[in-house]
């Protein structure tokens, strides 16, 4: 089984706590996405043809989404997961669903162009290439579809970030999330968020609360409440350390391509 991500991205960062969390062996892959964009090249193509990280293979099935992996790894982990539990299924569902709706990219990197000015200029000049680059393959490629839609991506988030007033777009998303975090069952007497046992909710909840971390906006949890806990406890699980959630910017990873 060979996991194909980025050590950077953030759903990747769910493919790995998942999968290592439910004890899944794999061999890591790590893509380079923002130097060589190698999602965007032909061989890749042939494995997502999204164009997205990450990817898991394996000799049955190729998932291509973050989401359909963590399903898998619910599906193998079985009863030591609590996705098992009938009693909690749907809950545990509709957080991940809850998530699954913040668009955290925007957070991310709204953030980040606002903090530091001279990525005003270089992230839509960034946007602008790739969405010319892909314009340019979109004639002779072998799934246009995909390459449309990865195309639209680009300029939906080219206008999100150089069209209106970007500091109240980003108030939008901070309530978004606040509302998100308000619906979660954290508790100060229990391990996880449904109790003794992992489950795909503490799995998308520890990498949210990691780039929130990593971006600065760690604040909209309070100190010491249930939830800042629960998330301490689930920094000590092994699956955690190993799984390199990032909870600070790492630019020279980026450079050096680990």
């Keep these: 089984m060979i996991l194909y991500h980025a050590s950077s991205s953030y759903y990747s960062m769910i493919a790995r706590l998942a999968l290592l969390s439910a004890k899944v062996p794999f061999t890591s892959r790590r893509m380079d996405i923002h130097l060589a964009k190698e999602q965007l090249s032909d061989w890749y193509l042939k494995i997502n043809p999204h164009m997205t990280v990450p990817s898991l293979v394996d000799d049955t099935q190729t998932l291509t989404d973050s989401r359909d992996i963590l399903k898998y790894a619910a599906s193998l982990a079985g009863e030591q997961w609590m996705d098992s539990d009938s009693a909690v299924t749907q809950n545990i569902e509709n957080i991940v669903a809850g998530q699954y709706g913040i668009p955290i990219e925007k957070l991310t990197f709204g953030k980040a162009l606002l903090s530091i000015p001279p990525l005003r200029l270089i992230v839509p000049k960034m946007l602008r290439g790739i969405i010319q680059k892909l314009e340019a393959e979109l004639a002779s490629s072998p799934d246009p579809l995909a390459l449309t839609k990865k195309i639209n991506i680009n300029r939906e988030r080219l206008a999100y970030f150089t069209e209106g007033k970007l500091a109240d777009k980003l108030e939008i998303e901070r309530a978004h999330i606040r509302n998100?975090?308000?619906?979660?069952?954290?508790?100060?007497?229990?391990?996880?968020?449904?109790?003794?046992?992992?489950?795909?909710?503490?799995?998308?909840?520890?990498?949210?609360?990691?780039?929130?971390?990593?971006?600065?906006e760690y604040g909209l949890i309070a100190q010491d409440s249930p939830l800042d806990q629960w998330f301490t406890r689930m920094q000590t699980t092994s699956a955690f350390k190993q799984s390199d959630i990032w909870m600070r910017f790492q630019p020279w990873r980026i450079v050096l391509k680990r």
């Excluded at 979660?184 to 990691?210: E, I, K, N, R, Y």
């Design 180 to 216: 998100f975090l308000n619906s979660l069952p954290a508790s100060s007497t229990q391990a996880m968020l449904f109790g003794a046992q992992t489950s795909s909710a503490d799995v998308v909840t520890a990498v949210l609360l990691g780039r929130l971390r990593m971006i600065g």
